[in-house]
């Protein structure tokens, strides 16, 4: 097989698996043409460096895939981690922060865990009146998180800016540990996406296997 082409056939996935995560970031649409036009890209860039042929035509098939698929993985990465970032600017205020600062403080200064519900009381994490009266849901969320987040506030003193940034990145890996980009990405497919992709690579395998010249491989007529 063709070294050049593949090696053409790749640099083309990888631009058009960039085009696509930049048009459905900055664009907020994904454009269902585009991945017709990756496959167009992927087979031309092939056919362009002299490659032709079923086998490069397969080969180009699945780097068309796998760039569409890529774009779409990056696409979402970004969406979420802009999302996150934005979400989390709204919540984390200056005045937060301070009331934050204070919490922790009084949380480093208790003994045991035993003193943990009579705390959430005190210092509003629960509408509970009394120990035994805080739900289990308030009581679980508290040790996962809010344990945590008191410890490092009162270790590391952030700035707004650090406890922003600190909070996003927090955020980004719980949401990740549930779901998987591949599984939001999955989920996100509709039959529109499916048909557009299914022409992507059916053009970059068209392409690659003619070539850009087909007719120069084919023997000349046979004069009788």
Known sequence: MHVRAIVFAVLGALVGALAWALVAFYASVEIGYLA????GLVGVAA??????????????AVLALASIFMGKLV????????????????????ELLEELREDAAAFIALSSEADY??????RGFTDADEPADIPTQDLEEFHEHRVAQLRWI??????LAQWIEHESREHRRELLSAHSLVFMVREDLNPIDLLFAFLGV???FGIARRG?????AE???VNV
């Open 154 to 159: 009162h270790e590391h003193q952030p700035t």
């Open 47 to 60: 056919a362009w460096a002299g490659g032709r042929g079923v086998p490069l035509g397969i080969t180009c």
């Open 212 to 216: 850009l010249n087909p007719a120069a």
């Open 75 to 94: 696409a979402m990465q970004w969406s979420v981690e802009h999302a996150i970032d934005e979400q989390t600017r709204e919540v984390c205020t200056t």
């Open 202 to 204: 059916a053009t970059a």
């Open 219 to 221: 023997p000349p007529p």
């Open 117 to 122: 519900p009579q705390f959430m009381i005190n």
């Open 36 to 39: 017709w036009g990756i496959g």
